[in-house]
């Protein structure tokens, strides 16, 4: 009888700390999401990179303890609520399906590089409308490495300029003729859209992006809790003009 009062005491306990703390959240059946925060959702499929993903993951999951900014919402969306396992090995639980019809609305978008962004993640026609769908109202959407050709697929990137990682940017201009392609940056903004290298340097073109919403202190402060030494100046990017 003790026995089964304290294990219900501690479902109880556990149960309790997976509840929202603040009146200001939203509760999905996977994932309590504070409101009034910008909804920052990540696009994986099994043979994602490891660090395409998980460096803007830190850059904006960290936003949530600096104060006085509207803090990012971050959570991982798949094709199924299954396991997704990395490139690397890693396995992780999706958020959301986004063949769901609860799937919160998306601000920003990011896609991180994949083991078949090149050819047969191509092919997946419910991922690509998904993309084409959450464009239609994003604040901004991203790729790092690989992640362009999704983002250029899904005819996104027809009338801005963009990149890839460096040693696909042949691949890239093949497929995608009709695109204007950046060479020797490590990330492009143009619109909406911004397209980096991937690797290491997809921390620089998140930062970029935390620099955009939040402002050069902010930024420089979400680096120095990475260890990353961050001065825009500093980079090889490109920028479009407004008036393109």
């Not at 019809?101 to 047969?120: F, G, K, Q, R």
């Not at 790729?143 to 963009?162: E, Q, T």
């Not at 492009?188 to 921390?203: E, L, P, R």
């Not at 992006?209 to 825009?232: R, T």
């Amino acid at each position: 009888m003790l026995r089964t009062v304290l294990s219900l005491l501690i479902l109880t306990s556990i149960y309790a700390c997976q509840q929202p703390t603040e009146e200001n959240s939203i509760v999905y059946p996977n994932r309590v999401l504070q409101d009034d925060a910008y909804n920052v959702a990540f696009l994986i499929m099994d043979g994602v990179y490891n660090t395409e993903l998980t460096a803007p993951f830190d850059i904006f999951q960290h936003t949530k303890f600096r104060k006085g900014i509207k803090q990012m919402n971050t959570f991982l969306v798949a094709k199924s609520l299954d396991p997704v396992v990395s490139f690397e090995g890693i396995v992780m639980l999706p958020d959301f399906s986004y063949l769901s019809d609860d799937l919160p609305t998306i601000d920003i978008l990011v896609v991180p590089s994949a083991e078949h962004h090149m050819d047969s993640d191509l092919n997946d026609h419910k991922m690509i409308q998904f993309v084409q769908q959450v464009n239609k109202n994003a604040l901004y959407m991203t790729s790092h490495c690989d992640g362009a050709f999704v983002l250029a697929k899904a005819g996104l990137l027809d009338n801005v300029s963009s990149t890839t990682f460096p040693s696909d940017i042949e691949s890239y201009k093949e497929m995608f003729p009709h695109l204007d392609v950046k060479d020797n940056v490590l990330f492009v903004h143009d619109g909406k859209y911004i397209t980096s290298a991937g690797g290491a340097k997809s921390f620089e073109a998140s930062l970029y992006l935390a620099e955009l919403l939040y402002g050069k202190a902010i930024a420089q402060s979400l680096a120095g809790g990475l260890v990353i030494d961050w001065d825009l100046e500093e980079l090889s990017y490109y920028k479009a003009t407004e008036d393109k």
